[in-house]
């Protein structure tokens, strides 16, 4: 039985988010100027929820708007569903955008604006530098959501506005609210939506101290992550059982199986040996639009307490996954 924890708000975070309830402080400007050491912008709004930050980009976007067939978000396309915002998927391998296929897309549809998630289906990395040049070719607000790769400075560059969730179990962990960089301000949100769901100074004060972290977090979550993916692909030995994306930098592991049966059974008896408190799960099945439409059992990595995420942990879980798989 391997014992993991799973990802909670820091003792830390929670400690400053009590002293805030009573404190004058304008915890709002000190979550916009920590978001903006790592992540600059010229426009940031601290949200409730990453809800509330994708519904007001959604209702921001001109259309047709355009976002992936699998690997994205689901909650993106409600909230055009509910605004009546036209949007279009764009088939993908895997989630993976080809930049031909996409530039045709915007070309045949007239596309307008574009929502993508920064690593596909939690797994893998986009050629954000190259999906955001030919956006800008061809005049196309590209926005981009960061939730799992806030602290990654690299990606500042790679869109016009940048989404991000800080709840639970997110890199940023504050178990609510979100922000919106809008970066180059290429679209204007609507001023009631930003103060309807604006955030609290409890969230504020969370987000300014956790966000200082994130950098850190991140490069752990991606090594154990690779650490695992490497792992795995040396001791699967069969043609159904493969890591998506083994090579590519991301924050979980996706194994594909036989069937949708096959994985559930497959995420059963994985959980069956894993202790985690509060019947929290780091296993996940598909086909899941938020991650990829296929059969597969995902190893939901970014989901572990930081301090777990060690080598002897991973091996462990590697010979429980590889015990489940071969043990029929």
């Known amino acids: 039985m391997l014992k993991l924890e799973y990802k909670k708000i820091s003792d830390d975070t929670k400690k400053i988010m009590k002293e805030a309830v009573d404190s004058s402080q304008d915890f709002y400007v000190d979550a916009v100027e920590s978001i903006q050491e790592i992540h600059p912008s010229g426009q940031t709004h601290i949200m409730n929820s990453a809800n509330s930050c994708i519904f007001t980009v959604a209702e921001a976007l001109p259309e047709p708007i355009l976002t992936v067939d699998m690997g994205g978000w689901n909650g993106f396309k409600k909230s055009c569903d509910i605004l ?3 949007y279009l998927e764009i088939p993908t391998d895997k989630g993976m955008i080809n930049l031909e296929v996409l530039n045709d897309y915007i070309e045949s549809y007239d596309i307008k604006s574009m929502y993508i998630t920064s690593l596909i289906a939690y797994t893998a990395t986009h050629p954000g530098d190259k999906i955001y040049d030919l956006c800008n070719l061809h005049d196309v607000v590209l926005i981009l959501d960061i939730s799992g790769t806030v602290g990654c400075e690299k990606i500042n560059t790679h869109c016009d506005v940048q989404i991000a969730s800080t709840g639970s179990p997110k890199i940023v962990n504050c178990e609510n609210g979100g922000f919106i960089n809008n970066i180059t301000k290429k679209i204007t949100f609507n001023n009631h939506l930003l103060k309807s ?5 409890i969230t504020c004060a969370a987000i300014a101290h ?6 850190e977090i991140l490069k752990k979550t991606i090594e154990a992550n690779t650490y695992l993916k490497k792992n795995l692909s040396k001791k699967l030995m069969d043609d159904t059982h493969k890591i998506v994306y083994e090579n590519s930098a991301g924050i979980n592991t996706i194994i594909t199986t036989e069937s949708k049966k096959k994985a559930k059974d ?8 894993l202790k985690i408190a509060d019947n ?3 296993i996940t099945t598909g086909p899941n639009y938020n991650r990829l439409k296929i059969p597969s ?3 939901e990595v970014k989901n572990i307490d930081v301090d777990y995420l060690t080598e002897e942990n ?3 879980l590697t010979e429980i996954i590889v015990e489940k798989i071969y043990d029929d």
């Open 84 to 86: 009546g915002k036209k």
């Open 197 to 201: 769901f604006k955030a609290d100074k």
């Open 210 to 215: 956790e966000i200082r972290k994130s950098p």
């Open 266 to 273: 497959l995420a059963y008896r994985i959980k069956q040996e």
């Open 280 to 282: 929290k799960s780091i």
């Open 297 to 299: 059992v995902n190893i």
């Open 314 to 316: 991973m091996d462990y």
